[in-house]
């Protein structure tokens, strides 16, 4: 009926998530609000761990992306599943040491460390830092040796593979901020320098291909791209990397029409195809690493809105106006992203008015969608917005001094506040 299974309606026809009235909710936390299903992020999180141990017998590590969504609460969600996180800079990686994360379970990323970041992620013991390029290996070595430690590093390579929705494209790798190219020489030669380094240890190679991606094909071919330069890595400089982080991407379905696969087949097919190459090269099967980021949170977000205006412009569209926008979610006017929406307190009658639902931002461009199917909505209704919990709460801005909505967690019908929605002083705090 929705988008995301773990949506429902119950008697009074309000709609419900992991069972929780939403109606409720918004009444008792106010709006906006986003809510979280904490079953849903911890059955995710499950299914790529547990196909990472079916699979790649339990040599492999999810570490959860927490660009995607990040805050104390879920850093403990995940924590307690056992599984790592990808931090990228030092508000994420703070973030998890205030939660009481492990952090030998963390990878840390940027292609612009700040020294301040690289001391911190030392002094806090992360798993490993993702070293993005040459001036930063030597500033990490240098880091490294004034603090007296050793940390493992892996490095982040462009693969030379480009995935959209339905396409790979060999063209534009070298444009990419972010690492080492694998085509003209210089990760190797990278390499060469990062294996005679005394104060890091190279451990790995890292490498990300896109994000909300439906093929497996992609990821398939930079796992073999990567085990070819790991191969090479061993066959010409006699050195054995031990770690292969494929990173994140793993699509989600925003709409009914989307038809990703199931993370399950990810990890099998790519499971499948790391062994059978590591078999043909001669290699030792790496250790295994996958950053998701939308896919273990998207689809177990909602925001709720309550709609003020409604504003029809005969034969052309009609406006609902809600007490939201760009601000708790900047996706359509960064991307154009498209969204299910339901009017929560009529979630039991049927979408047949197409609609745009405008944001309360001085600004025309503030929109969470155009041409939404939605139900008739009038000033005072509720309207839940579908698998927002990716990159929304943590892409939230204050434009026009807007206070950040509250981030609730549901888990079997029961709520909590997760993160309490910012006060007016909370605006100003930083004002002198
Ligand atoms: N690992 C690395 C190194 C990444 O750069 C990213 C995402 C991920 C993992 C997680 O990717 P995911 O599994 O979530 O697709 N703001 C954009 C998405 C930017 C993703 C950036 N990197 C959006 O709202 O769609």
């Known amino acids: 009926m929705f988008v995301s299974e773990n949506l429902g309606v119950n008697a009074k026809g309000h709609l419900t998530i992991d069972g929780a009235d939403t109606i409720e909710l918004a009444q008792q ?37 927490s660009k995607a969504f990040s805050c104390m609460e879920m850093c403990r969600i995940v924590a307690s599943e056992g599984d790592g996180l990808d931090a990228v800079s030092i508000g994420e990686l703070y973030t998890a040491v205030k939660a009481g994360f492990p952090m030998e379970k963390v990878g840390f990323h940027g292609n612009n460390k700040s020294d301040e970041e690289l001391r911190y992620c030392l002094e806090v013991g992360v798993g490993h830092i993702i070293v993005d390029n040459i001036p930063e290996l030597h500033r990490l ?45 210089e990760a190797f030669e990278a390499v060469k320098e990062a294996v005679s380094c005394g104060n890091v240890v190279f451990y790995g190679v890292h490498c990300h291909i896109g994000s909300q991606i439906f093929d497996i094909e992609p990821f398939e071919e930079a796992a073999k791209t990567m085990l070819g330069f790991i191969a090479k890595v061993k066959n010409e400089l006699g050195y054995e990397i031990k770690g292969l982080n ?101 979630a039991d009658q049927p979408r047949d008015e197409k609609v745009t639902i405008a944001g309360r931002c001085c600004e025309s461009g503030d929109l969470i969608g155009e041409n939404m199917p939605l139900q008739h909505a009038e000033s005072g209704d509720i309207i839940a ?46 004002d002198v």
């Open 29 to 65: 936390y106010g709006t906006p609000l986003y809510v979280m299903d904490e079953n849903l992020i911890r059955e995710n999180l499950r299914r790529f761990h547990d196909s990472m141990n079916k699979f790649y017998e339990g040599r492999g590590e999810v570490h959860f992306a």
């Open 141 to 185: 070595e240098a880091i490294a040796k004034d603090m007296g430690k050793k940390p493992h590093i892996m490095f982040r390579i462009k693969p030379g593979i480009e995935a959209h929705t339905h396409e790979k494209v060999l063209t534009g790798q070298i444009d990419s901020k972010f690492g080492f190219a694998l085509e003209t020489g």
């Open 246 to 346: 494929l990173g994140g991407g793993f699509g989600i379905k925003y709409l009914t029409e989307h038809d990703p696969e199931p993370f399950e087949k990810f990890i099998e097919r790519v499971s499948a195809v790391v062994k059978a190459q590591c078999a043909e090269l001669g290699i030792a099967q790496p250790r295994m690493y996958i950053e998701p980021g939308r896919a273990i949170v998207g689809s177990a977000g909602i925001t709720l809105y309550k709609v003020g205006a409604r504003k029809v412009i005969p034969d052309i569209r009609t406006y609902i106006s809600v007490d939201g926008g760009m601000p708790d979610n900047p996706r359509y006017i960064l991307y154009q992203s498209e969204y299910e929406a339901v009017v929560a307190n009529k």
């Open 385 to 430: 917005v579908l698998a927002t919990g990716a990159y929304n709460f943590s892409m939230a801005m204050t434009y026009n001094r807007l206070q950040r909505p509250a981030v609730v967690f549901v888990k079997d019908g029961e709520a909590r506040i997760g993160v309490r929605r910012e006060s007016l002083d909370d605006i100003i705090r930083n």
